[in-house]
């Protein structure tokens, strides 16, 4: 079978994509840009729209003129219709309709007394989502784009994987005991519970078996690994597999608005969709609906799935003996031979991932150290080489410049995050942080009130260059940055804060401070 | 059956079985990581 379709729907995607990326560089776009807020995705629209298009021209000329024979390279390359047919659907997604539906949810606010954009949660992850699910089932996927679409489920496995090089065993410790405890509850009560409902609704041992495996661990891949153990049906695969997906689907779009709804934070959000949904990439659909500018909640997220999916081996053990007792003159399996040809490999991925990105090859070795927001007293009060104690709490004279400027403020959750800053003289949570970030950016404060801000910034964080700075140099103050300043180490907010308060930015504020004395030194 | 279109793989993926996607995602997971560690 020749899987390359004649076609000149790739090369015209191409065409279009590097065309776009062009018009961006030359500045032809700048109106448009401007129009929609666009501008901070201008370097991601140039790497973007140059390579994938590059790579759609010459795939999509080569599908044209070559004469396609059957075999490996026809099969691979068949897919670079479909993954450029995805990707100009989520550039249009995520650089046209997203900003626009914020233009207009911000448009009808008057009129509905709400933004609907921001009620409904319709970010570009949800869209891309709709988009899909809308593709797929109206107009469905055009021929020479479906065995592209068909290697969506590998890019989520490889994202799935490479996400276990953004954690830390620091980390791992702050969630540990909270994700263990929860998940254990939850995936030895949801098997209990489903087996004991299907027990007393007169299920068939195999399906109950099978359907508690999928509720309980992670979905398919514990369904497929469970099925052998009780001896499931194809049709009762299958039937279990629907319910997971569709559960899955319907939490998708449901758990952000609800969590939005509640106020949730990130690691709570992050706990309950780690734990309430199923399937991996589901979970990281609703974590990123609902945190989509960064990634906090997709890592608390993702850490509380795959820890599920390691709860894997007790439960196969568990059906086993269960269904062996159930079931008279049911075959034996070979439990460790079912574990090791169904246990999904790519959580071992994960977990080989992490340990490479715990050897500090990726980044600094403490480059991921404590990334949880933490404002106890051990992070709060520290001491320096020499045992002085460095406290990090904010000092009379900051608290004084916060005050008289917190006036300068008109948003209602600015002015209250300020307030609880001042009022506790630490940040008291990771979205006050968030919040006074858009603070900074926005240059509300005079440069001393962002300079106080910046440097109280998520407490016991060890950013990139943190290890050397906060934590050798000093306390979190004006003056501990003016220290840093001087010693060129301010490096802060190398990560996805690069947003919200770029690193030339602090270089700024650094140098102003050098030059100002109106912060009280300590 | 949407099977029936390929010979190859499921309607889900292009690959013959998980394990097999799982494999290549891990590989290619790692090229990327190796390529974060030499050039970034």
């Known amino acids: 079978m020749v899987y390359t379709k004649r076609t000149p729907w790739t090369l015209i995607m191409g065409v279009i994509m590097v065309a776009y990326a062009y018009l961006v560089q030359s500045g032809a776009l700048a109106g448009l840009i401007k129009y929609l807020g666009t501008a901070r995705y201008t370097g991601e629209m140039l ?11 010459l795939i999509g000329l080569w599908q044209l003129i070559a004469k396609n024979a059957e075999g490996h390279v026809d099969y691979y390359l068949s897919t670079v219709g479909g993954v450029t047919f995805i990707m100009l659907v989520a550039f249009i997604v995520k650089w046209g309709l997203d900003p626009q539906m914020g233009q207009w949810g911000r448009a009808a606010q008057p009129t509905l007394g709400f933004n609907f954009a921001s009620v409904m949660n319709l970010n570009y992850v ?5 988009s899909g699910i809308v593709i797929v089932n109206v107009f469905k996927v055009p021929g020479w784009a479906e065995n592209g679409v068909r290697l969506s489920r590998l890019g989520l496995k490889t994202g799935v994987i490479l996400l276990g090089a953004l954690y830390s065993f620091a980390e791992l410790q702050q969630l540990g005991k909270l994700s263990v405890v929860l998940i254990g509850i939850f995936v030895l009560g949801s098997v209990g519970l489903v087996l004991w409902w299907g027990a007393r609704r007169n299920l068939p041992n195999s399906m109950t078996g099978v359907l508690s495996a999928g509720v309980g661990v992670c979905g398919v891949s514990a369904a497929v690994a469970a099925a052998p153990v009780v001896q499931a049906k194809s049709t009762e695969i299958a039937y279990t597999i629907g319910t997971i997906l569709l559960f899955g689907v319907i939490c998708m779009f449901a758990f952000p608005i609800v969590g939005k709804a509640l106020g949730m934070g990130y690691i709570t959000f992050g706990a309950w969709a ?5 399937n991996s990439a589901q979970v990281a659909g609703a974590a990123l609906a609902f ?18 999916v390691l709860f894997l081996p007790i439960i196969v053990i568990w059906l086993a003996i269960w269904y062996v007792k159930r079931e008279v003159g049911a075959q034996k399996v070979d439990i460790a031979h079912v574990l090791i040809s169904k ?11 992490f340990l490479l990105s715990s050897t500090g090859i990726f980044a600094p070795a403490r480059h991921y150290q404590g990334s949880y927001f933490d404002n106890s007293d051990k992070v709060m009060i520290k001491k320096d080489r020499s045992g002085k104690e460095i406290n990090n709490y904010l000092k009379a004279p900051d608290l004084e410049v916060l005050k008289k400027e917190s006036e300068k403020i008109k948003r209602d959750d600015q002015k209250a995050a300020l307030q609880r800053l001042i009022e506790n003289k630490k940040l008291m949570s990771i979205e006050d942080d968030d919040t006074l970030r858009g603070v900074v950016n926005a240059k509300i404060l005079s440069k001393e009130g962002n300079a106080i801000l910046v440097l109280h910034f998520r407490p016991g964080r060890a950013r990139h260059a943190d290890h050397d700075g906060v934590d050798q140099a000093g306390g979190r103050s004006a003056a501990g940055g003016r220290q840093r300043g001087r010693r060129g180490q301010g490096r802060g907010f190398a990560d996805r804060s690069d947003a919200v308060c770029p690193r030339d930015y602090l270089r700024r504020m650094q140098k102003w401070l050098k030059t100002n004395s109106t912060v009280a030194p300590r | 059956m949407a099977e029936d279109k390929f010979d190859r793989g499921t ?4 690959f013959g079985s998980d394990r097999h996607e799982d494999l290549v995602a891990l590989i290619v997971a790692l090229v990327i990581a190796l390529l974060v560690y030499l050039y970034v």
């Open chain 1, 343 to 353: 246990f999904p490999l790519f959580v071992l991925g994960f977990i080989l991932m």
């Open chain 1, 291 to 308: 945190q989509p500018g960064g990634i906090e909640t997709l890592k608390v997220a993702e850490i509380f799935n795959i820890t599920r």
């Open chain 2, 11 to 14: 309607a889900l993926t292009i």
């Open chain 1, 274 to 278: 780690g734990t309430g949904i199923l």
């Open chain 1, 126 to 130: 949800v869209m891309g989502i709709i």
């Open chain 1, 47 to 57: 790497t973007l729209g140059y390579t994938f298009g590059g790579i759609a021209i």
